[in-house]
């Protein structure tokens, strides 16, 4: 993919791609992953369009009766060449072209550690009064790597979208909803990255002033937490796992009235 492609990605196409993908999944009889993604194809171009995978559940249906979306993805077996769909795909290049632009401006010295968080501030590289927000590794004292960053945060979304396809797939609810339900979970994360609205704290918060301290960065959510926590270091199956269904209860407690109540006969958590 040309990084220009992913610096003129619109919103609206995004969305577009999204609900003409999840529509074709959906419909399909099986769900695989691609194994090729272009940002630049319209729904339809791809011979294998009706392919693309919100759950691999190539096993058979014999293979997953009576397991639930939790059961199956404890089974699930990572690797790091599965593709994303597209439209999660530009998700996950969007990630990385942010991360890099905010941690290229940061420096390595006078670290501020978060109280709570593996998360510091360090001196900004282009302007010796300002500080950057920067994921630390355990103990807190190096800072993590933009490869690491990237690497984590794919793996994360490969989860996510293999367990909610298995739930969605078992949803009894009309396409629609599962649009509006699967559309909102990767929307609703990538906001928790880059915030939609001016004023709201990032991630990787950029504050000026050389003597700042954490009090100057706004609280971050709940799950902004969880995300620093997870991408701070490599995680073992079952901790990418429990990150996974700790968003699906997060996502669930946010939403209210109708859609709570399909999220529960969804049996998200079981």
């Known amino acids: 993919m040309q990084q ?3 610096s003129h990605f619109r919103p609206c196409l995004l969305a577009y791609l999204i ?7 959906l419909a399909s009889p099986s769900f695989k992953f691609a194994r090729d993604f272009d940002l630049n194809l319209e729904p339809g171009d791809s011979p294998s369009g009706a392919e693309l995978g919100v759950a691999a559940a190539n096993q058979g249906a014999k293979a997953d ?6 059961q199956l993805l404890r089974r699930f077996k990572y690797e790091i060449r599965l593709s994303l769909p597209d439209p999660l795909e530009g998700y996950y290049e969007l990630f990385r072209e942010y991360v890099s632009s905010r941690l290229n401006s940061a420096g390595i010295s006078r670290k501020i550690i978060h109280s709570t968080l593996p998360i510091a501030l360090a001196t900004s590289t282009t302007n010796k009064f300002s500080r950057v927000g920067r994921i630390v590794s355990p103990p807190g004292t190096s800072l993590t790597s933009y490869a690491n960053l990237h690497l984590r945060y794919r793996k994360l979304l490969v989860y996510m979208n293999h367990w909610h396809g298995l739930t969605l797939r078992d949803c009894t609810v009309d396409l629609t909803k599962k649009h509006s339900l699967h559309v909102g979970l990767f929307k609703w994360i990538h906001e928790a ?3 939609p609205q001016p004023g709201s704290t990032s991630m990787f918060p950029i504050v000026a002033g050389a003597s700042v301290t954490w ?3 706004g609280e971050f959510t709940d799950l902004q937490k969880e995300l620093i926590t997870y ?3 490599e995680r073992t199956h079952e901790e990418v796992v429990k990150t996974t269904l700790s968003l699906g209860r997060q996502y669930q407690a946010m939403n209210e009235g109708e859609k709570s109540v399909i999220l529960f006969k969804m049996n998200y958590l079981q």
């Open 19 to 25: 609900s003409s993908w999840l529509a074709l999944v």
């Open 193 to 195: 990255v880059v915030p």
């Open 65 to 70: 009766e009576g397991l639930s979306p939790e």
């Open 231 to 233: 991408l701070s270091q």
């Open 4 to 6: 220009g492609a992913v």
């Open 215 to 217: 009090k100057d960065v």
